[in-house]
Structure formats: C-alpha cells, structure tokens
C-alpha cells in the first residue's frame, strides 16, 4: 500500500487507515485479529484509536494483538482525547454548564489530556502514540493550554506528532499558529465536501496533513441502501439511524450513488472502492480512516487501494456531488 507524508512533516502513513470504532461492539477480538492481519499484509499502517471505541474496548483488544498480529513498530497509533462522561451536576466549573444527563463532555484541559493519554498508553502497552489528536473543540480551555499541552507530550516523547479531530477552519488555523498541529482529521466525502471550503485551505496554509473520517459517508456511498435498510446496517441502529435516513431524504445522495453504481459497473469494481478511490486522490488528502465490521467489508476496502480512476469518471463524480449555491 502507497505511504503518504502527513502535512509539512516526515510522518508517513498508509493512504489507507483502518478504524477501530466497532472493536469491542459489532466486531470482537478474533474478527479484529483477522482485519488486522489483513490490513498489515495488505501494506496498511495508520490504525484509529479513541478511549471512547467500545467504551475502552477496542483499547483492549488491541492491545492483545499487538506484539502478536501486528509489531508495534510497524503500524502508526492515532489516538486522540478530550471526551469525558459526567454525571448529572458533576462539577465542571462555574463558568461551564452541567450537563443535563450522563453523557460525552469536552475537555482539553492540561489535566484530562494528559490523564487520557497516559490511561491510553497504559492500557495498550506502549509508551507512545505515533499521532496525538485533541478529540473536539474545548471553548472553556484557553487555546494557549491546549498548545503547550501538545507541545509537553511530544516533549516528554509521549506522542511523535499532535494533530486534532474535528475542528472547523478557524479552530484549526488559530491552533496550529500556535501549537505542533501535525494532522486534522474531518469528515469528508463525496456527501461532505464542505472542508473543500475551508477546512483543507486551512490545513495546507499552515502544513497540516489532512485524513479524512466517514469517507463512506456512513455506509450510504456503499450503496447498500438502494433497495432498503439492511438489518444489521448503521441505518437500522437506533443511535445512528436519523442521521442515516435523512441523508438517504437528500436527492443528491440518490444521484452520487447512482453515479457510483454506474462508474462501478463500468470499472467491474463496487461503488464503495470508486467513492474511496475518489477520496484518496483530492488534494491534500495524505489518508482516510475506514472502518469494516467483518473481513468481507475490509477485503472491499483495501480493494479500493489498486483501483485508479479514469480522470472522466472523476470529473462526472466532482459534478455529481457538487451542491448548488
């Protein structure tokens, strides 16, 4: 599998990156074993990590497979943190409101980056992470905190390079003005191309390499949906299902997937290995992280990684997915 340089650095990672969101859930540890040993025999190195993947699960399970599928060495850990869970009326400071209900709270404060981070490394076995990401905009911790905070864990040999999750165009330029933003991972596809504006301008005015999350655009761009909502997809999931169906309302999603239909047929590949393909070529796209719930999924993922795409095709599918201003 090609490898990438990220941004204005010397990091280099698989255009390819495998997701570990289902670990711990739909996935367990013997199908992980299996997509990761697929993954590294396919070439792949950049592996997706977060505290909050199967409520510490998919941590777990890598970490038993570390040493034995993969070598440490040879894969490229991108975890992040920032995300904690309160209980209701937890203090969080006069200033930051309660939440109402358990739940997911930002905060990039010194304390919990570094607390999440060094429960991360312990519970993988390692004594760093290859990219270090701030999970979500925090607005209650001072930018200047959230810098010098990146800027002590590559220090203290903690993490190689820092990078964020999320952020919007100005969130990010007015870090990495000031902090070692390495990476920026967004969500972006042929369904979200909204960073095209401003995010990915952004990145590249200051360095930072770009990896793009839900390339798939949640499983729609697979073209699964087209006769229905299969039972085991993420539109049949109850936390993710209005999202999924109010997507599938959009008649542009209708025209890209028939686009993906019809360039994949003429290809003899699947819709999903176009819509990757198309991803992998923008510019300034040093990776996108894809997850599989099984081997089948992956084996069309990394399919994607041989396929080139003719530049009309290309052109027909940046047409087909542009939105009318």
């Known amino acids: 599998m090609e490898q990438r340089t990220v941004g ?3 990091l280099r990672v698989s255009r390819i990156g495998l997701a570990t969101h289902t670990w711990g859930t739909h996935t367990d540890a013997e199908e992980a ?3 990761l040993a697929a993954f590294a025999d396919a070439g792949g190195t950049l592996i997706d990590l977060s505290p909050v993947y199967g409520d510490g699960a998919a ?3 890598l970490a038993g497979l570390l040493g034995e599928v993969v070598s440490r060495e040879d894969v490229v850990l991108s975890g992040c943190a920032g995300v904690v869970t309160h209980k209701p009326g937890a203090g969080v400071g006069d200033t930051v409101p309660a939440p109402a209900a358990v739940g997911p709270v930002v905060d990039a404060s010194r304390r919990t980056l570094l607390r999440q981070l060094d429960r991360t490394l312990t519970d993988l076995g390692t004594d760093h992470l290859d990219i270090f990401s701030i ?4 607005p209650y911790t001072p930018l200047e905190e959230v810098a010098a905070t990146l800027e002590t864990v590559i220090a203290t040999g903690r993490a190689r390079y820092a990078g964020v999750r999320g952020l919007s165009a100005w969130q990010l ?7 070692p933003v390495t990476a920026a991972q967004t969500p972006y596809s042929l369904l979200a191309r909204g960073p095209e504006n401003d995010v990915i301008p952004a990145a590249r005015h200051h360095g930072v390499g770009m990896i793009a999350s839900a390339p798939l655009a949640g499983g729609i761009l697979t073209g699964k949906y087209s006769d229905g909502v299969p039972a085991d997809s993420r539109g049949a999931d109850e936390s993710t299902a209005a999202e999924i169906r109010r997507r599938l309302d959009d008649d542009r999603a209708t025209r890209v997937v028939d686009a ?3 360039a994949a047929d003429g ?4 819709p999903l290995a176009v819509a990757l393909a198309w991803i992998r ?10 997850g599989a719930r099984d081997i089948g999924q992956l084996t069309g993922v990394l399919a994607a990684e041989t396929l080139e795409l003719p530049r009309a095709i290309a052109a027909a599918l940046d047409d087909v997915s542009a939105r009318s201003e």
Do not use: E, K, N
Not at 267 to 270: D, P, Q, R, V, Y
Not at 281 to 290: E, F, H, T
């Open 8 to 10: 204005r650095s010397g």
């Open 33 to 35: 074993s299996v997509q």
């Open 59 to 61: 941590h777990q399970i």
């Open 135 to 138: 999970a979500a905009w925090d």
């Open 173 to 179: 330029a007015s870090l990495a003005a000031i902090g």
């Open 260 to 262: 993906l239909v019809t």
């Open 267 to 270: 290809l003899g590949t699947s």
């Open 281 to 290: 070529d923008r510019p300034g796209i040093a990776s996108m992280i894809v």
